[in-house]
């Protein structure tokens, strides 16, 4: 299984800006996928995922409202679309993939990808 990120980069506080998760070697009838982000000096976090809880996606406090996670079947893709963006956002963001995964947990996830940095600054 392998997972690569793509879309960060710098915008403005306010903005939007979305952010891709191309994966391969696993479904999502089988996976449960998610983002985490992880700030300079600070835990890695869960920001939102899909099929790790009861609900079809589940999101962090922090990003609930402002923060989107779809699914491309086609394309084996998973979108983050981040609006209303601040500078509190700023982490490089991963993509994070594992089966029987329960929550936003970052222990419990075994695949993830190499991280794409965004960055919130005026």
């Known amino acids: 299984a392998q997972l690569e990120e793509s879309g960060g980069g710098l915008v403005k506080p306010g903005d939007s800006l979305r952010l891709s998760c191309a994966f391969s070697?696993?479904?999502?009838?089988?996976?449960?996928i998610a983002w985490f982000r992880q700030a300079q000096g600070k835990e890695r976090e869960g920001v939102a995922c899909?099929?790790?809880?009861?609900?079809?996606?589940f999101y962090a406090d922090s990003v609930k409202g402002r923060f989107t996670i779809s699914r491309d079947d086609a394309k084996n893709t998973v979108h983050l679309q981040m609006t209303s963006l601040n500078p509190e956002d700023t982490a490089v963001y991963y993509c994070?993939?594992?089966?029987?995964?329960?929550?936003?947990?970052?222990?419990?996830?075994?695949?993830w990808g190499q991280g794409t940095q965004v960055t919130v600054s005026s």
């Open positions: 994070a993939a594992d089966s029987a995964v329960w929550g936003l947990f970052a222990y419990a996830y075994r695949v």
């Open positions: 070697g696993f479904t999502l009838d089988d996976y449960a």
């Open positions: 899909i099929k790790c809880r009861e609900t079809s996606t």
